[in-house]
């Protein structure tokens, strides 16, 4: 049973404009969200996170919005560049002491 | 800061042997946890150490085992290797003691290819 599911595969952006990446999760006990972007033979790089007693949580280009009631959550980038194409990993937790919960990435392409 | 370290990179067995990996933790980071990457599913938990200790494991059958060192740096290996455990296994660490509710901090990763 898939705990946290990103059901695109992929993405194609073209420069400037949004992206958006989603991310669904079915364990409402949950409380911590972590995006990850990971580059081809790198191992993936912590991006940004949320907690659950928020609903948004901005980074310069890059805001993540959660949807507690929907059990969803979103990457905005804005504007979009082409070294952000890479796959990027939505994760969750519930608490401290347990295992980040992956789901099995979005490849996002930007094209110049 | 030296990042996380996992040796080897790349490595090629066959079927029947066994592997063992190596990960350097981020230097004071007690946590090391370890992925296992497919294609079809992303990235999966294997298990978590936490001052030498199994903290959390994963659905994963008794071939994978690990162990953590007294200076945190972690070992997983593989026995009696199948095709499917071709995979990257991936290293992370974290600062405090819950994996769960701190950044990890992923290596590079040990690309494992089963012949």
């Known amino acids: 049973d898939q705990q946290v599911k990103q059901n695109s595969p992929s993405l194609s952006v073209q420069e400037g404009r949004i992206s958006i990446l989603n991310c669904d999760y079915t364990?409402?006990?949950?409380?911590?969200f972590l995006w990850y972007k990971k580059y081809p033979a790198e191992g993936p790089t912590f991006l940004i996170s949320?907690?659950?007693?928020?609903d948004k949580n901005e980074d310069g280009r890059f805001t993540v919005f959660l949807n507690k009631s929907a059990k969803h959550l979103s990457l905005h980038i804005v504007p979009s560049q082409p070294g952000d194409s890479a796959v990027y990993f939505c994760?969750?937790?519930?608490?401290?002491?347990?295992?980040?919960?992956f789901g099995k990435g979005t490849r996002l392409s930007v094209i110049a | 800061k030296a990042g996380v370290t996992q040796t080897p990179r790349y490595l090629i067995k066959t079927r029947g042997q066994q592997v063992t990996l190596s990960c350097s933790p981020i230097?004071?980071?007690?946590?090391v946890s370890w992925y296992q990457q497919t294609p079809g599913q992303g990235l999966q938990f294997l298990f978590e150490?936490?001052?030498?200790?199994?903290?959390n494991k994963g659905n994963f059958p008794g071939r994978f085992s690990g162990r953590q060192f007294s200076n945190s740096r972690s070992e997983m290996n593989v026995s009696t290797l199948e095709l499917g455990d071709s995979a990257l296994y991936l290293c992370?660490?974290?600062?405090?003691?819950?994996?769960?509710?701190?950044?990890?901090?992923f290596g590079a990763g040990s690309r494992l290819t089963v012949l």
């Open positions: 230097s004071g980071h007690r946590s």
């Open positions: 992370a660490s974290s600062l405090a003691g819950g994996p769960g509710a701190n950044v990890l901090t």
């Open positions: 949320i907690s659950s007693i928020k």
């Open positions: 150490y936490f001052s030498e200790t199994q903290r």
């Open positions: 994760a969750a937790a519930q608490g401290g002491n347990t295992p980040l919960v």
């Open positions: 364990n409402s006990m949950f409380d911590y």
